[in-house]
């Protein structure tokens, strides 16, 4: 596709439920980066791929939160036993190279825990 | 569509107008400094970026202004539109051989009254 890609779109998880977010970067983009934006915020860097390294996880919450981007292209973030203050959207964003300025970003997932 | 934030800070503009939104950072040692453009249900949008060595830069109908030694950015929006409604965030980049991320500001809100 042209652009960076999200899904799904919207999730609505109960607390406690695992959830997997998607990502799918601009093809041949080096660097993907998530980002967790609550209402009203600008977005929060939470993690950094440069490839399939994932070099920065240091703004990863808690333990719950874990990313992964296997083969260096799609990447997954997953939140284990979900909590209310979990709830924001997550924005993925991808870079041809590792310079972060040129980022484009997908529309986000919208992570509601009820 | 969702609000991108409902308690931001809200500047509002009659069409044709010149608007000009500010930002204070506190990292000195970023190493670009970007401007995004959020519209409600979509991720930002890359507007305009700028050195850290350099303390203006144009583009088509925006203006970034830099001031290192007060730390304070400013977006210039040369004859606003309707379209230009949306809220605004600027970021600081900072990036190495192994990390690389972004660090938004407080966004403002534009609305663009006719």
């Known amino acids: 596709g042209a652009g960076v890609s999200q899904s799904p779109r919207y999730k609505v998880a109960k607390r406690g439920q695992d959830v997997a977010l998607r990502c799918d970067p601009i093809?041949?983009?080096?660097?993907l980066f998530w980002y967790q934006q609550a209402l009203g915020q600008g977005p929060e860097f939470l993690t950094y791929f440069q490839n399939e390294a994932q070099l920065d996880k240091s703004g990863l919450p808690s333990d719950r939160f874990f990313a992964e981007r296997p083969e260096g292209s799609v990447s997954t973030l997953k939140i284990q036993r979900t909590q209310q203050e979990d709830s924001a959207v997550y924005l993925c964003a991808s870079s041809l190279l590792i310079s972060p300025t040129e980022a484009f970003f997908g529309q986000g997932t919208r992570l509601t825990v009820v | 569509g969702e609000s991108v934030g409902l308690h931001l800070p809200t500047l509002s503009v009659q069409e044709g107008d010149n608007s000009i939104i500010n930002c204070a950072y506190s990292?000195?040692?970023?190493?670009?400094f970007i401007w995004y453009k959020q519209e409600s249900g979509k991720g930002p949008q890359f507007i305009i970026d700028i050195r850290s060595n350099m303390d203006k830069r144009q583009g088509q109908r925006v203006t970034v202004l830099l001031n290192k030694t007060v730390k304070h950015l400013s977006l210039q929006i040369a004859a606003t539109q309707p379209g230009d409604s949306a809220v605004y965030f600027c970021?600081?980049?900072?990036?190495?051989?192994?990390?690389?991320?972004?660090?938004f500001g407080t966004g403002t809100r534009l609305q663009v009254t006719l």
């Open positions: 970021a600081e980049a900072s990036f190495t051989g192994t990390a690389s991320k972004l660090t």
């Open positions: 093809s041949g983009h080096v660097s």
């Open positions: 990292n000195s040692a970023s190493d670009y």
